[in-house]
C-alpha cells in the first residue's frame, strides 16, 4: 500500500509557480513530511521538510493543513532548471519513495 | 562540509560476477541507506546501516548485502549479478536515522550488467 500518492506529472511555463500536492491518508503522529528534487542520474536533494503549517526556505514552500492527511510543495517562479522529478515522503521505518511527479517547465 | 561521495560512479559487469560499491557518508552521520533506481521500479529500499549494524532492510533477495565500518562508511556487494541489476545505485546519510532525520543522498553509481 502507497504511503504517498503524487500526481504523475506536471507542465509548467517559466516565471510560474508551481504547487504540487501530496496525499498522506495513513501520516503517523511523530512522522515529518519531506521533498526530495531529483535530476536525470543523480541522487536526489533534499529541497523542504515539514511537520505542520507552512515552511519556507530560500527554494520552496511547503503548506501542511491542520489534518496533515496532504502537504503541498510550492515553487516560486520555475525556470526550466526546475525540470525535475519531486519526491514526497513521509517519515518513519515504513518510509519509501513514490512514482514522484515528473515536472517540465517550458519556456 | 563535503558531501556524499561514491565510488565507482559507473561500473560494467557481467552475468554472474559480483561488485562491491562503496559509500562515505558526511561527517558525522552514523546512518547510511541504500537504495535501487531502476526506470521500472523507480526508488526502492535496500536496505540500513547505523553503528554497523543493519538496522533494517527492504524486499531484496540474499544476494544484496551490505556492512559499515566504524568510520561509518558503508560498501554494497550484490553477487551472482544479473541482468536486472543494472541500475542506479543511490547511497544516502542521515545523522540519526533515515525514519527520523533527513537523508542527504550521493551522486549514485551507475551499474551496468551485460
Not at chain 1, 493543513?65 to 515504513?94: H, I, Q, W
Not at chain 2, 554494497?76 to 543522498?105: H, I, K, P, W
Amino acid at each position: 500500500l502507497a504511503k504517498t500518492t503524487q500526481p504523475i506529472s506536471m507542465d509548467s511555463y517559466e516565471g510560474q509557480e508551481v504547487n504540487i500536492t501530496c496525499s498522506h491518508n495513513n501520516i503517523a503522529t511523530n512522522d515529518y513530511i519531506t521533498w526530495y528534487q531529483q535530476f536525470p542520474s543523480q541522487g536526489p536533494r533534499f529541497i523542504i521538510q515539514g511537520y505542520k503549517t507552512k515552511v519556507t526556505n530560500e527554494v520552496a514552500s511547503l503548506f501542511i493543513p491542520a489534518d496533515r492527511k496532504s502537504s503541498t510543495l510550492s515553487l516560486p517562479r520555475v525556470s526550466l532548471s526546475d525540470t525535475a522529478v519531486y519526491y514526497c515522503l513521509v517519515g518513519g521505518n515504513d518510509m519509501r519513495f513514490g512514482a514522484g511527479t515528473r515536472l517540465t517547465v517550458k519556456p | 562540509k563535503a558531501g556524499v561521495t561514491q565510488t565507482p560512479r559507473y561500473l560494467i559487469k557481467t552475468r554472474g560476477q559480483q561488485v562491491t560499491l562503496s559509500c562515505s557518508p558526511i561527517s558525522g552521520h552514523r546512518s547510511v541507506s541504500w537504495y535501487q533506481q531502476t526506470p521500472g521500479q523507480g526508488l526502492q529500499f535496500l536496505f540500513e546501516y547505523f553503528s554497523e549494524t543493519q538496522r533494517n532492510k527492504g524486499n531484496f533477495p540474499g544476494r544484496f548485502s551490505g556492512r559499515q565500518f566504524s568510520n561509518s562508511r558503508s560498501e554494497m556487494n550484490v553477487s551472482t549479478l544479473e541482468l536486472g541489476d543494472s541500475a542506479l545505485y543511490l547511497c544516502a546519510s542521515s545523522l540519526g536515522g533515515r525514519d527520523t532525520d533527513t537523508q542527504y543522498f550521493g551522486p549514485g553509481t551507475r551499474l551496468t550488467v551485460l
